[in-house]
């Protein structure tokens, strides 16, 4: 079974520039979770969506945005990167069943802004 | 909106002794307490979970405990390999989201 990918591996971008992540789930998972882990720190909830909906969002500006496609993968979006949006993001699919959500992480995708 | 403090944030231990690592959470409604486990340049990987209609789980040289009372659940490594050293993070959820602590980076000295 393959598990969860992400593209690209690593993403150089301006300040200003917009930035596309993307993630795939394990087959049969219809959720996704994207973090952001900024060197040195935990795990920063960003978005969950689960069948193509948006289910919750972390504290986070507008500027960070993504959907789900019909085949259950996700895209987030960065608009108007600043220098701290630098981090590694991380996805995670899980098959929602309501309390208890195994989640399963992708590589992810390390985000530099210059 | 739910809190999650872990400590230590970091530990060292000698090859062979316990690791223990501590979280506590401010939301009665989490019900999920999984544990990750992220070595250097790796994705995090589940270790062991816990939920909260139990009190204790084991997996081999792995436990997790859980103290629903006092909002508490603690991660315990017996006989350490230098294996186990990496990045471990204790999370809660409701269901809804999960929160995760900040991490403890353990290191098993052989």
């Known amino acids: 079974e393959a598990g969860v990918t992400q593209s690209p591996t690593h993403l150089i971008k301006t300040r200003g520039q917009q930035a596309t992540l993307r993630c795939s789930p394990i087959?049969?998972?219809?959720?996704v979770y994207w973090y952001q882990q900024a060197l040195g720190l935990g795990l920063q909830f960003l978005l969950w969506?689960?069948?193509?909906?948006?289910?919750n969002r972390g504290n986070f500006p507008p500027r960070f945005s993504g959907r789900q496609f019909p085949n259950y993968s996700s895209e987030l979006n960065v608009n108007a990167l600043e220098l701290e949006d630098s981090a590694l993001y991380l996805c995670?699919?899980?098959?929602?069943?309501?309390?208890?959500?195994?989640?399963?992480f992708g590589p992810g995708t390390r985000l530099t802004v210059l | 909106g739910e809190n999650v403090e872990q400590h230590p944030s970091t530990l060292s231990v000698q090859e062979g002794d316990s690791a223990v690592i501590k979280c506590t959470y401010s939301?009665?409604?989490?019900?999920?307490f999984p544990w990750y486990k992220q070595e250097l340049g790796k994705r995090p990987q589940l270790i062991i979970d816990i939920r909260s209609n139990v009190g204790e789980k084991k997996d081999q040289r792995i436990a997790v405990t859980l103290n629903k009372t006092a909002k508490h659940f603690s991660l315990h490594i017996t006989e350490t390999q230098p294996e186990d050293s990496a990045v471990y993070f204790c999370?809660?959820?409701?269901?809804?989201?999960?929160?995760f602590g900040t991490g403890t980076s353990l290191t098993v000295i052989p």
């Open positions: 939301d009665s409604a989490s019900n999920y």
């Open positions: 087959s049969g998972h219809t959720s």
């Open positions: 969506y689960d069948e193509g909906e948006e289910r």
């Open positions: 995670a699919s899980s098959f929602f069943r309501g309390a208890y959500n195994e989640q399963f």
């Open positions: 999370a809660a959820s409701t269901g809804n989201q999960f929160y």
